[in-house]
């Protein structure tokens, strides 16, 4: 005869088990991280590699400087701030100096020369206020040599031998990656040398390093 | 054997809720690897790029069912996201930014059909194949035939899918009896607030229709 006497635990054991093993729930996680972004392209949206060509710099019986600029595309998902650097003076093809002055770092000068600070997914488009402080190129411009000589620029690129920064703002784009056409600002950098009698070369350059990071 | 009074009326009793128990486990929902369905799926780092296709990751599941009347997923979700870094005028990720859809369903070879398994409005697609041709989220919502998350917030226990018995047994050693569900999510990488986010979807199988 077979015992009967624990049939209800068995029978109770074997339900919960069922009832363990077949789930119909289930539960799916997704996750992700949005982290700070910050970027700095060409107008094309490309890379930015700019170079402004001041050409030849032939004195003359005028107090005004050549000059020449790049835009540089940025954005960013925090409030920025953008540093520059200078690399040292690179003069190729150099005459004797006799005595005389090759140019030199401080003889360029060096500003933020406009900015366009509105977009549709600019964030706060229209009352936005960057920060340049002395990096920014006053509204008359570059100043005017007097005397024919290097005139009193604001900043130099010798004033960022060591990387200084020169703009600082809040967030830029609401949303959007680098290809929306609207959700970045627009700066212009400037560099501006009056021609003069400094020992002849065939070309000089320097390279300027941009880095936008957080505040 | 012999059974007193009260250990038949034990008997039959627990006899009784067993079946109906049976029938409740007339479905079976698993991963792949026929064990509970808990799945996560992350986006990773979702850095903007200059890319037009988004970001995607999917997770599979198992749907067995022998229920003469078919069966429903039902779903529902919550979404989270927690920022880093000030708003400051800009946007946040939300639901609404990532693309929900069922981007396959495979029968087994010993599925009933013909199969006329039905997808909810809107969530028939792949959010992967997608393009951002503005670098912005493309999903424009289950009434434009783009599901996102927020669809499915916005309607708890809504029905994701439906469809008539998928086999004539549940049985999970079966190889063959299920239906292979791929539900596909999509995120476009963007100068969203800096935030970590995570979408939790609650699925559910129960008879049909």
Do not use: H
């Not at chain 2, 808990?38 to 067995?64: D, M």
């Not at chain 2, 009896?177 to 609650?202: K, M």
């Amino acid at each position: 005869m077979i015992s009967f006497k624990r049939l209800p635990i068995l029978l109770g054991a074997a339900m919960m088990m069922a009832s363990a093993a077949f789930a119909q729930t289930g539960t799916i996680t997704v996750n992700g991280n949005t982290p700070e972004a910050f970027s700095l392209t060409n107008p094309a949206g490309g890379a930015l590699s700019s170079t402004i060509s001041l050409g030849v710099l032939t004195p003359a019986n005028t107090g005004t400087v050549t000059s020449g600029t790049a835009t540089v595309n940025m954005r960013s998902n925090k409030a920025y701030k953008v540093t520059a650097q200078s690399s040292a003076l690179t003069i190729t093809g150099g005459g004797a100096t006799d005595g005389g002055d090759d140019i030199a770092l401080t003889d360029i000068g060096f500003a933020v020369t406009a900015m366009t600070l509105t977009g549709g997914n600019v964030a706060s488009s229209g009352s936005r206020t960057e920060s340049a402080g002395a990096f920014a190129l006053p509204g008359t411009g570059w100043p005017a040599s007097t005397d024919g000589l290097t005139p009193s620029f604001s900043r130099t690129l010798n004033d960022i031998q060591t990387a200084q920064q020169i703009l600082q703002g809040t967030r830029i784009s609401k949303k959007g990656n680098l290809m929306t056409t609207d959700n970045f600002i627009s700066v212009t950098f400037g560099v501006a040398t009056l021609p003069q009698f400094f020992t002849p070369n065939t070309n000089f350059s320097a390279v300027i390093t941009l880095t936008m990071a957080s505040q | 054997m012999v059974l007193g009074r009260s250990m038949k009326v034990v008997f039959f009793a627990a006899v009784a809720i067993m079946m109906s128990r049976g029938k409740a486990i007339a479905q079976v929902l698993t991963n792949t690897s026929n064990g509970v369905l808990s799945a996560n799926i992350p986006f990773g780092n979702l850095t903007p790029g200059t890319s037009t296709t988004p970001a995607s990751t999917q997770v599979q599941f198992r749907i067995r069912s022998n229920n003469s009347t078919g069966y429903k997923i039902l779903v529902s979700a919550v979404f989270n996201v927690t920022p880093t870094a000030l708003v400051q005028g800009g946007n946040t990720v939300s639901a609404s930014d990532i693309g929900v859809g069922i981007s396959s369903i495979i029968p087994g070879n010993a599925t009933s059909s013909p199969r006329g398994d039905t997808i909810a409005a809107g969530f028939n697609y792949d959010p992967a194949t997608v393009a951002a041709t503005n670098g912005m989220t493309p999903y424009t919502g289950a009434a434009l035939g783009l599901a996102t998350l927020a669809d499915i917030v916005a309607n708890p226990n809504m029905t994701l899918l439906s469809g008539p018995k998928v086999a004539n047994n549940q049985g999970i050693n079966n190889q063959n009896n299920f239906l292979t569900v791929t539900i596909t999510f999509g995120l476009v990488g963007q100068f969203f607030t800096p935030s970590t986010l995570s979408g939790i979807l609650n699925v559910r199988l129960v008879d049909g229709p």
